[in-house]
Structures are given as C-alpha cells and as structure tokens.
C-alpha cells in the first residue's frame, strides 16, 4: 500500500524546491560557520561527489565544471539535527510518513533527524527499526530511529536494547510520549545503557500529578476552567531521573524541558558531575500558557506551555549552556483530530518548518544567542550527545550542510508545509530568518525562493 | 443632517392642537368616565402626558395614564441596530370596559400603530381603542384611521415630518425636512 | 442596544453597557412575565436549538421558557459529549442542525471551550450555558439582576462566593461580571477547593467561613458535588457542613448583618451547604433568582437575535 506515493525528494520538487543530485557545486561567499573547529569566516565551498572538496578563496577557472551558488549574506553551517521528532509511520500515515516528515525537515533545513518510537508497531525491535531506516535511504535528510527503553513502552520489561544497538545502529533509547513510570525500571535501563555509552532520553511526566490536565496548572487554567497539570510534575520526574543517573553513572538527556524548576534541577546537577543533558522546543521559548484562552488546539502539547517565569527559565537555561540542544518535538495530527473541543485534542504541534525562524526570532532578535550558539545547539550538541560522526566542514569530508538565510524575512502559511500536519502555533507570524536549503548523500535540495541564486 | 424645509408648528400651536385634541377626546367620550390614555414610547409618552394633564384641567375628573412600548411587537424588529433598548409597559389601570386613547406624535405607514394595538392586546383586554395622533402625515400602508388628528401634513417622497418636544430634544416644534437618504 | 457580540460566551471581557443593556432589558422581560398573556410575538422568525450535551433539567426548561415566552420555534437536542472516536463530532453534529436553518445554539457541554469551537467554526449565534468548569453567563447575569433589584448599586457591593470554587462556572462568570459592574468578589471554601492563583483574579481568598461573613453583604453559596468526596478534595459532608454550611447559627455566631443577602443557584443541598432556615428564610433570594432566570435569558436572546443582523 502506498500511503504517500510521493518520495520526500519528489514531494520537494512538487512544492517548487530544486532537488539534484551529481552536480558539482560551487557555495560561493557565505559566511561558513563550524563550532567544532572554531570556523567562522566568509569563504567559498566546493563540492564534488557528495564531498567538499576545496575550501578557500577559489577562482572558477581552475575548477571542474560545476553550478555557482551565490549566497553572499547566507550562513552555511554543518547539517542541522532534529533530535526529537515524530514521524508517525508506521501505524499513523495519516498524520505524517517517513517522506512527507523527512521532506518537511528538508524544508525546514535539517539533514537528520532523530524520530521517537511511538509508533504502531512501536520501535521496539530492530526488524521495524532497520525498515525505517531503509525507507529514509534515497532521500536527502538522514533518519536515526530512537529506539523504546520498554516494550510496548509499557514501562516494565526492558526492550532488547543490545540487538537494536547491533543490528540496527541504534544510538539512543526513549519511551517518548510516555514517562519510564518505575524507578527501578529506569535504574536498570540507565545501568544497561552504560554497555554502548548509550543515552536515555525522557518524557518527564508524573502521570498521577499529571492527572487530566490538558494545560498548565495556573491563573489561566484557573480563568478557562480547564484542568491543569503542574510544573511539578515534571520536576519530579526530573529530579528522580538526575538522582538514578548520578547513582548509576548512566547517561540521561531530558526531552523538552519545559519549566523553570527543572531546568535548575539540570543546573544543579550538572554542576555535580551529573551525566545529563537536556533539550528545549521553539514553542517553549516562545509561547507561555496564556496562548490557550482562546482555546484553540494549536497551543496544546505535551508538555503544555508554561508560565512566563518558565519560558524565560528556558530562554537563561539555553544562554548559559544549561539546555545544550534545540530540538522541535515535531509532532503532527489531522486536521479532524485538531477542530474538536481542547481537551480533546490530541497534544503537540508541527515544528520543523518553523524551528529555525522561531529559534532567530526568540533567540537571535533579543540577542540572547548568536549563530554560532545556534549551530552549536542545533548541529553540533546532538550528534554529540547521540554519539554519532560529527559533521565536520573540512576539506575531505561528506558534505552535510544547511544553508541559512539570516535576514529573511517570510509569513508563516500553514497551507504551505511539506509536513502534513497542520497543527502549529505560529500561523502568520512573521519570522526573521529560514532556511535556503540542504546538501547530503549527494543532494541539493533549494528553497523556491533561492533557485535564483544559482548560476 | 437632514435639511429642514419648513417648521409647520411651533411651541405655542402645538400647545393650542393639544388643548383642541383633549377637548375632542372628551366630547367623543362624553367625559373621562371609563376613559385612558396611553402614550406609545418614546414621544407618544410626552404628548400623552400633555393631553393627560389638559384633560384633567378641563374636566377635573381623575383618568388613567399609562405607556406602551412597543419595541417587541414591530415587524421590523430585526433591521434596527441602535435606539432605546427595550423598556417597560406600565398602564396601572384596568383596561376592562376601559376606552383606551393611544397617543403617538406622527400617524404615517401604520405599523405603529398595528403594533401598539398588538401589544396593548396582549397586555389586557381594552373595550374601546382609539387613536390620536398629533400629526397625519398620510401614505398609509395598513387599513389605520386616526380618530383624533392635530394637523394633516401631506408629504412627498424624500420629506419626512419630524416631532421635537421639549423632553426630548429641548425645543417644542414640528418641521418638514427634506431626507439625506433612505429612512 | 445590540450587544457587541454576535455571541454570549462568557462574562469575560463583556462591557459594563452591555451587561446593563441586558439588565435593563431583563427587567421589560420579567414585566411580560406577569402579565396574563406571558408572551411577545418578538422572536417568532427565530428558531433556537438547545444542544444541551451535559444533563440540567432547569437551566434547559428555563431556556426553553425563554425561548417560547419570545415566541421563537424551539428544538431540543440532547446528546453525549461528542467526540472524534465516539462519533459524530461537535462540529458535524451542528452544522447539520444548522443546514435546518437554525439561527440560535443554547450550548451546554461538559468540557470548557466548546461554545468557543462552535463560535469559530459554525454560522449560528451561540449562547454558553454551561461549558465544564469555564463560564455560565447566563447564571451570573441573573444573579447581578436579582442583585440589582435587592440593593441597588454593584459599587462596592462585597459578594462571597462559598463552596467548591475549583470546579464552578457559576463562580467564574459570577466573578466577571460583578467585577465588571465595580463589586468586590471574594471566595470562601476548603483550600482543596479553591484553585490556585485565582487572587491573580483581584478576587480576595478566605478559607475562614466566619471571617467572609462578616465581610459581606452577600453570599452566593454553591452546591457542593459528592463526586468531590470520593476524589478526597473534603473528608466528609459532616466535616463540610459542620465548616463551612450556611444556616441561622452559624450566622448569627459569626456576627452576620441582618440584611445580609443570600443566593444559591440550584439545586440546594439541603442540610448541607445550606439549611432550610435559611434557604426558606426572609434573607433568601433564591426563588427570585429563578424567576429572573427566565427574564434575563429573554433578554439575552432578544438582544443577539435582534442586533448585527443585515438587511435582508
């Protein structure tokens, strides 16, 4: 059954992106940053068979036949990686497949993504894992399956976490979408992890703090009359989890940390040798729980918005490095499951077309990072943290990279997604930069609009 | 503004058509025995009012005054958009074997009339309704007959008559203005 | 004359003018109440439908009331709370209605927000009476009407809401409205009860029931629900009466004035946040409050049936 009959590179094509392969290209006059080597200067790509090949001020004549891309102005950087996104397939093709989510993350300027395993079947094996990954394989935005910690993510028998890791490549293991609930289970998942330098990623959540809360416990929880769930539902579970990885020496990344109490927990701990990282979304450093009065679905998530006080928590958190990584929680639902009463919406919201705009504009406009900080939460932080190769931007090396346009300016339109998810927060916002495209596994992939720079 | 053409009463004509209106009503009715008089809202109270008190200093006998809003029973209820908002009907008399005066300032289509009588129907049972009005603009579009007029004012299209008393609008006059646009 | 809205969603942002409007209006409405043909031929191009999702036998014979007295066509619809996996969703269900040419919704669904969904994505004109814990406007427009009518003026006028305010609509709107009208709204209840933050209301907070008493002109008790029990919000019904139910004792020792008013809106735990020698009592307004009911519901059809409609 063909539940998309459009491969991610054609579905980019049909929506008026360049998609090539095999072509020489010449990245001419960007601004080329790589934290990892402390790169950061305007200079002049070549790249040949999927590999850069030349860096430097480079005179045309000398080299082969090849494209200029002028992107005077733009920023290069090493591909960006989504290390939290929900692919759906398979099991909810409706919502998003493997191509529509990957194409969507092309769009949006990533070249790999981390996808969770709540799927139906879930990833739980490495039988499912390897098919996600081979139906990944021609298009251009790399998929690492993130493996459950739990079967069934029922939290209580481990998964067979050694096979996943073998067979499949596995780098890191998750019940996302629902927390490990037992502690002891989480302590032997953290222990059995330290076999690969494997990381644990966790979906912080207190199910019976949590109870039938659909929004943040608080003054507007309060004035819409709708159940809440407090923050400290989260933190708990956060402070259980930093307690067993420090007792364990495991490693404990924390997914979508949302609110203020937890993000000093991370502080804390890292502060004391704690092996923990964590990961913050677009839409908890820009939206706090007062978006929900109008009670449309678009503002529903898990976990829900916060207070003001946790959104400029997470905004600190990312300026002093407490947060390494920006990841989108991508999480796509039907329109039908979208235009019915709040509480029963089902939680999340679309992300990766509007990551980079978002994170500009929150981050970038108050001045709270710079590009090079973005880079380093959005391309270097995860690979590192997953413990896969980094991508360097060194003559030799595989060409992975995003093409940003920093002063772009262009109006969220959801009818526009590649995703098919329409479920974002950010309709019509006006957002300061976006993405021009992506180059791996020997494509290039160009936004409509940045067609013209080719010559 | 609409244009004014002409100013048919003034102050003291319109007291002196009150002073012959109270004393037609009274002659019809031989007297205020079983008698009425009910002003429709919002000038038809003032003018009831004025009758009301010419009545008495005539006869000297006691009869009942009451109002009648009628902005529940007009058929055109769902065009207007702005104007009083509803308010009370209070006619403290019993209307049984009653003649009951209904008193509007200008008598044109009808359909105030219609209305008036509709809500003064549902509110009790009156045996007699009569109308007086205090100006006949004419172009009727109900089978509606004054019993008691001021003055008769034909109009053209596009001229509109308009009441200003005293309690509303500061100055007591009847004008013919030429209309701006539609009514 | 017409309110600003095309709908009545909640108390919440609603002007002062058009909360008069609607007081004034209910007033001209309770009049035709009493008169021996209860009825105005207002409305009778209007067809209302009442989708009530959530089970309320007075609030829907009120309405209804409303609705025949003003002489619209009436439907009424009954069903379980929709949703996607159940059915028919809210949306489906009321478009067919409106494909029937309805021109009014009187919406009651147990979970918040639903009139909102309803307003957004569907033609008719809607009017909230009761969504989950969020508003009831439609309670607190006919307790500031019987307000009015008992003193006079909202200013500074200091009303108690007591009971379970954490999961009360009536409290919410009722704390709209009458801050909008300029009195001053405080809560008394168990802390389980109360929700947090709601100060951030400018609502003023007591758990001591003596304490409002004797800070109050009025108190609007509400019904405590069993189900609060059973998910270990209070301990019992005697610990709940014995603290916080209203009865002549408990107000005579706490010192209450004598013209103290009390409200309740229905129906009346007898015997445990109120006793019948005060439900029953001179004090009481309770019955006027479902008198008023009926009027203020007129008013609030009449004044969205009436205005922001075109010329046809």
Request: contains cysteine; hydrophobic residues 40%.
């Amino acid at each position: 059954m063909n539940w998309s009959s459009t491969s991610a590179t054609d579905r980019l094509s049909h929506a008026g992106f360049l998609t090539t392969r095999g072509t020489a290209l010449l990245l001419k006059g960007a601004r080329v940053i790589d934290p990892a080597q402390g790169l950061d200067k305007v200079i002049d790509l070549f790249i040949e068979k999927g590999k850069i090949t030349h860096i430097g001020k480079l005179v045309q004549a000398d080299l082969p036949k090849h494209k200029v891309i002028n992107l005077r102005g733009k920023i290069i950087a090493p591909g960006f990686f989504d290390m939290h996104v929900h692919l759906r397939e398979p099991g909810r093709e409706d919502k998003e497949t493997i191509w529509t989510g990957t194409s969507a993350a092309a769009a949006g300027g990533f070249t790999a993504i981390a996808c969770m395993p709540n799927t139906d079947p879930p990833l739980d094996n490495s039988g499912v894992i390897k098919w996600v990954i081979e139906q990944a394989e021609g298009g251009p935005v790399a998929v690492h399956p993130v493996g459950a910690i739990t079967r069934g993510r029922e939290g209580k028998r481990l998964t067979d976490i050694g096979d996943m890791v073998q067979e499949a490549g596995v780098r890191m293991f998750s019940d996302d979408g629902s927390p490990v609930g037992t502690a002891e289970v989480m302590r032997h998942a953290l222990e059995y992890c330290k076999i690969n330098d494997l990381v644990l990623s966790t979906h912080s959540e207190d199910l019976s703090l949590a109870g039938k809360g659909v929004m943040r416990e608080g003054e507007f929880s309060t004035k819409l009359g709708l159940p809440g769930w407090p923050s400290l539902a989260e933190s708990v579970m956060v402070a259980r989890d930093i307690l067993l990885a420090e007792f364990t020496g495991g490693r404990l990344h924390v997914g979508h940390i949302s609110s203020a109490e937890s993000i000093d927990l991370v502080r804390w701990a890292k502060a004391r040798g704690v092996n923990v990282t964590c990961e913050a979304t677009p839409h908890h450093m820009a939206l706090t729980d007062e978006a929900c009065t109008s009670f449309d679905g678009n503002y529903k998530m898990n976990p829900p918005l916060g207070t003001p006080e946790d959104r400029d928590a997470v905004l600190l958190g990312l300026k002093d490095g407490t947060i390494d990584v920006i990841a989108t929680d991508h999480a796509p639902h039907t329109i039908e499951e979208s235009q019915v009463e709040f509480s029963l919406v089902p939680n999340g919201v679309i992300g990766l077309e509007t990551a980079l705009g978002v994170v500009a504009k929150e981050l970038g406009a108050k001045k709270f990072l710079d590009w090079t900080d973005v880079v380093q939460k959005m391309a270097i932080a995860p690979r590192e943290i997953m413990r896969l190769p980094a991508v360097a931007i060194a003559e030799g090396s595989e060409a992975e990279l995003t093409i940003i346009d920093p002063e772009a300016i262009w109006k969220v339109d959801p009818e526009r997604f590649l995703t098919k998810g329409r479920n974002t927060p950010f309709g019509g916002w006006e957002l300061p930069a976006k993405s021009l495209g992506v180059i791996n596994k020997g494509w290039l992939v160009l936004a409509p609009d940045a067609r013209m720079l080719i010559s | 503004m609409d244009k004014v053409k002409a100013r048919i009463m003034d102050a003291a004509d319109i007291k002196r058509t009150i002073m012959r209106l109270a004393h037609e009503i009274v002659e019809r009715n031989h007297g205020v025995k079983n008698l009425g008089i009910v002003g429709i809202r919002t000038r038809g109270d003032h003018l009831a009012r004025r009758v009301f008190e010419a009545v008495k200093s005539i006869e000297g006998e006691p009869l009942g005054i009451g109002v009648l809003d009628i902005t529940l029973y007009r058929d055109d209820f769902r065009i207007r958009k702005t104007g009083p908002g509803v308010q009370i009907t209070d006619i403290p008399f019993d209307m049984d074997e009653t003649t009951v005066v209904l008193v509007d300032d200008v008598l044109y289509t009808g359909r105030t009339s219609r209305a008036a009588l509709d809500a003064l129907m549902d509110y009790g049972r009156p045996g007699r309704v009569q109308l007086a009005v205090l100006v006949d603009r004419g172009h009727r579009e109900l089978p509606i007959k004054a019993d008691f007029v001021g003055k008769n004012i034909p109009t053209a299209p596009g001229e509109e008559v308009l009441v200003h008393l005293k309690e509303e609008d500061k100055v007591d006059e009847v004008v013919l203005v030429e209309t701006a646009g539609k009514e | 004359m017409a309110l600003q809205s095309k709908h009545l969603l909640g108390l919440e942002g609603v002007s002062r003018e058009d909360i008069t409007s609607i007081l004034d209006a209910g007033l001209s409405f309770k009049e035709i109440l009493n008169r021996p043909i209860p009825k105005v031929p207002t409305l009778r191009h209007v067809t209302v439908v009442n989708a009530f999702f959530e089970n309320s036998t007075r609030t829907r014979i009120s309405f209804e009331l409303a609705e025949k007295r003003l002489s619209a066509d009436v439907v009424n619809f009954s069903g379980s709370s929709s949703s996607v996996s159940k059915g028919e969703t809210l949306i489906d269900t009321i478009r067919n209605l409106e494909a029937m040419k309805i021109d009014i919704v009187v919406m009651r669904h147990p979970l918040p927000g639903a009139p909102q969904l309803l307003a957004r994505y569907c033609d008719s004109k809607v009017v909230n009476a009761g969504d989950g814990a969020h508003e009831h406007p439609t309670q607190a427009l006919l307790d500031m009407m019987t307000l009015r009518e008992v003193r006079g003026e909202f200013d500074g006028l200091r009303v108690t809401l007591v009971g379970d305010i954490s999961h009360s609509r009536v409290a919410i709107s009722n704390i709209y409205g009458l801050q909008t009208m300029g009195a001053k709204v405080a809560v008394c209840g168990p802390p389980t009860l109360i929700p947090r933050h709601l100060e951030r209301l400018g609502v003023t907070v007591y758990t001591d029931l003596d304490e409002a008493i004797r800070n109050s002109d009025v108190l609007n008790v509400l019904r405590i629900q069993m189900e609060r029990q059973d998910q270990g919000l209070f301990p019992s019904i005697r610990e709940y009466h014995a603290l916080y139910g209203i009865n002549r004792e408990r107000l005579n020792s706490a010192g209450a004035s004598k013209d103290l008013v009390i409200m309740h809106p229905g129906p009346i735990n007898r015997g445990v946040e109120l006793d019948a020698d005060i439900a029953d009592g001179p004090q009481s307004v309770i019955l006027q409050q479902v008198t008023n009911g009926v009027a203020v519901r007129m008013a609030v059809l009449f004044l969205l049936a009436g205005g922001n409609n075109e010329l046809e």
